[in-house]
Each structure stands twice: as C-alpha cells, then as structure tokens.
C-alpha cells in the first residue's frame, strides 16, 4: 500500500528566545520553545499536536504560518501548482502568494475578530491582502463561505458584538476559508467554547473537511477533542516531541510516559487499576532525559543521555529509552 501523499512535512524546526532582564533589559537567559521538532502531515489527514500550556505547540504552528520565524528547519509545503516548496526560504513578499493556502483559525473568537470592521470587512480581509481588488467577486465569496459555515448572508452588515461565541468561531472559519486554502491551522479553535458549542464546531470542521479537501493542523489540549477530530496525534514536551502516532494507537497504548499521564490524568479511574499523577515539573536536567524529573520509570541512562525519536511500531514513534509495552516497566 502506497504512503500518503504529504501536504505540508517539518524537519528540525526549532525557535529560543532570549530572556531579559534587570534595569537595562540585559540578556540573562535562552529558553528553548520549541527543539527540532519534526513532522508529516497527509493531504486530507488531521494531524493533532497535544501537551501542556508552555510545551510550544502555538509557537510551532506559528512558525510553520510564518507569523514566527523560525531559527532553524524545514518547512517543505507540496503546492499543487509549484510542487515542493521550503517556507523558511522564502521572503515576506514570495509568501505572499502562499499566504491564501495556509491559513489560521484562532483560539479567542473575541479577541481575533476587530469590533470596529463588518463581518463582510472581517472575513473579505485575506481575500483583499492576497491581491483580489473586485469589490463584487469579494462580496459573493463572503456570502458563499458565511453559507458554509451556517450564517446567512444579511450577517454581513452586522459587527462582531452582535454574535454569540459560537457564532464568532464560525465567522473566523469563514475567514480562514475565505482564500481556498489546502492546509488550516486550528489553534486551540474550541478550547474558548462551551461543551455543547465545542461539538457543533467539530462536526463542522469535520464536514467541511470532506466537503473541501481540507487537511488540519489541530492544537489542543483536551485530548477528548483530539480523539474526536484527528487522526495522528503528536505529544509535545518542553519543546520536543516526544510520541507520535496515529489516533487508535496513541490512546490504546502509549508509549512514552508523558503521554500515559496525560491520558490517565484524563480519564477516569476504574476500580483495582493504579492511578498515574503527573508531578511538578521540577528542575530539567542539562544533559538526560527533560521528562525525568517527572518519570516514574526513570533509570541511570535517562540521566545520562537524552533520547531521540525512534520507531516502535509502524508510523509509531517514542521519544523514550523504554518502550513501556514491550518492557513491562
């Protein structure tokens, strides 16, 4: 069976930043957001990015937007028209035409859309930045993606104080449609919403994904929203990825500790199965394994030497010394 055809693929892509501080704003510090993270995402797939506030999803999904720019990697993006293209070497002005195919739907549906603009002014906006000046084209695709997403065209008048947060989460997918993109970013796109709004978004994202062809890079951090709506998930810590695999697989049997936490933290206890609490994080080693202050399998090689990803099982990888289901550890 042949491999899925990639839309957007990452290699060693990493981001730090200088920490300031003192009376002259003096550096004293590096903090390393996000280290060489790398990976795949099919065309059509739902590729989930899962961890902790702080770990660096956002700042790795930035970077691949170029709102960010990275310090290092790769950022290969298939183009149907210009086949593979790396981001990072492309300037501001030869992004601009890639600009309409990568698009970002944001966490705050308050904070992302501006009270003094019209939805019409709001979602027609990437249209205008990509280069279209044809006031009429621009009107009838507002009123055709305000219809996809379940808004009627006489909303195009009104401003975003006039709308529930439903409704605004709605309008910022229609933005992000706008332009026809290939490749979405979703940044923590429900997380703002309450449960019930929560489900009627997904179903939506879910619908318009094989309506359009779309492919997702989905940040969250409820892995009960992550289950619903991905496919391969990767689990971020402290920057890294440390476990990538597809949905079935990752919730089944993890296989780095984090991630049987993080599962365990949020599931519920069944009777004569023992409890796993995430500790504090405590102090990262400078050399080692950066989960071992918070491991509870952790051995004298964890402290020595950090570990890299590697393959345990078909399209299943660990960043771990262990393999936890073979081990029995």
Same mark, same amino acid.
């Given at each position: 069976?042949?491999?899925?055809?990639?839309?957007?693929?990452?290699?060693?892509?990493?981001?730090?930043?200088?920490?300031?501080?003192? @009376?002259?704003?003096?550096?004293?510090?590096?903090?390393?957001?996000?280290?060489?993270?790398s990976l795949s995402i099919a065309r059509g797939?739902?590729?989930?990015?899962?961890?902790?506030?702080?770990?660096?999803?956002?700042?790795?999904?930035?970077?691949?937007?170029?709102?960010?720019?990275?310090?290092?990697?790769?950022?290969?993006?298939?183009?149907?028209?210009?086949?593979?293209?790396?981001?990072?070497?492309?300037?501001?002005?030869?992004?601009?035409?890639?600009?309409?195919?990568?698009?970002?739907?944001?966490?705050?549906?308050?904070?992302?859309?501006?009270?003094?603009?019209?939805?019409?002014?709001?979602?027609?906006?990437?249209?205008?930045?990509?280069?279209?000046?044809?006031?009429?084209?621009?009107?009838?695709?507002?009123?055709?993606?305000?219809?996809?997403?379940?808004?009627?065209?006489?909303?195009?008048?009104?401003?975003?104080?006039?709308?529930?947060?439903?409704?605004?989460?709605?309008?910022?997918?229609?933005?992000?449609?706008?332009?026809?993109?290939?490749? +979405?970013?979703?940044?923590?796109? +429900?997380?703002?919403?309450?449960?019930?709004?929560?489900?009627?978004?997904?179903?939506?994202?879910?619908?318009?994904?094989?309506?359009?062809?779309?492919?997702?890079? @989905?940040?969250?951090?409820?892995?009960?929203?992550?289950?619903?709506?991905?496919?391969?998930?990767?689990?971020?810590?402290?920057?890294?990825?440390?476990?990538?695999?597809?949905?079935?697989?990752?919730?089944?049997?993890?296989?780095?500790?984090?991630?049987?936490?993080?599962?365990?933290?949020?599931?519920?206890?069944?009777?004569?199965?023992? +409890?796993?609490?995430?500790?504090?994080?405590?102090?990262?080693?400078?050399?080692?394994?950066?989960?071992?202050?918070?491991?509870?399998?952790?051995?004298?090689?964890?402290?020595?030497?950090?570990?890299?990803?590697?393959? +345990?099982?078909?399209?299943?990888?660990?960043?771990?010394?262990?393999?936890?289901?073979?081990?029995?550890?």
């Open positions: 069976m042949a491999e899925p055809t990639p839309l957007l693929e990452v290699k060693n892509l990493s981001k730090s930043y200088v920490l300031r501080g003192g @009376f002259f704003d003096t550096p004293n510090g590096v903090v390393q957001a996000v280290d060489r993270v797939q739902t590729f989930g990015l899962v961890g902790e506030s702080g770990c660096g999803k956002t700042t790795t999904a930035r970077m691949i937007v170029r709102v960010v720019e990275p310090d290092g990697g790769e950022i290969a993006f298939w183009d149907d028209e210009l086949g593979r293209l790396d981001l990072c070497l492309l300037s501001g002005r030869q992004m601009r035409p890639l600009r309409r195919k990568i698009q970002m739907i944001f966490q705050d549906p308050y904070a992302s859309l501006d009270p003094r603009m019209t939805v019409l002014r709001i979602v027609g906006e990437p249209l205008r930045a990509t280069g279209c000046t044809d006031q009429r084209a621009t009107r009838e695709r507002v009123a055709e993606v305000l219809e996809m997403v379940g808004l009627r065209h006489e909303h195009m008048s009104r401003y975003p104080h006039a709308f529930s947060g439903g409704q605004r989460q709605r309008i910022g997918i229609a933005r992000a449609l706008a332009t026809e993109p290939r490749l +979405v970013v979703a940044d923590e796109a +429900v997380s703002a919403l309450d449960v019930s709004v929560q489900a009627q978004i997904l179903n939506l994202l879910r619908e318009l994904q094989g309506r359009l062809n779309l492919t997702y890079l @989905f940040i969250a951090h409820d892995l009960g929203v992550v289950r619903y709506i991905c496919d391969v998930v990767g689990v971020m810590y402290l920057g890294r990825l440390v476990e990538v695999a597809d949905k079935a697989s990752l919730f089944r049997s993890p296989r780095h500790p984090y991630t049987e936490a993080l599962l365990a933290a949020a599931s519920r206890p069944e009777p004569g199965r023992p +409890v796993v609490h995430l500790s504090a994080p405590g102090t990262v080693p400078a050399s080692g394994c950066p989960f071992l202050p918070r491991c509870r399998y952790q051995k004298d090689t964890c402290a020595r030497e950090a570990p890299e990803l590697r393959q +345990v099982a078909p399209g299943h990888t660990v960043s771990c010394h262990f393999d936890l289901r073979l081990t029995g550890v």
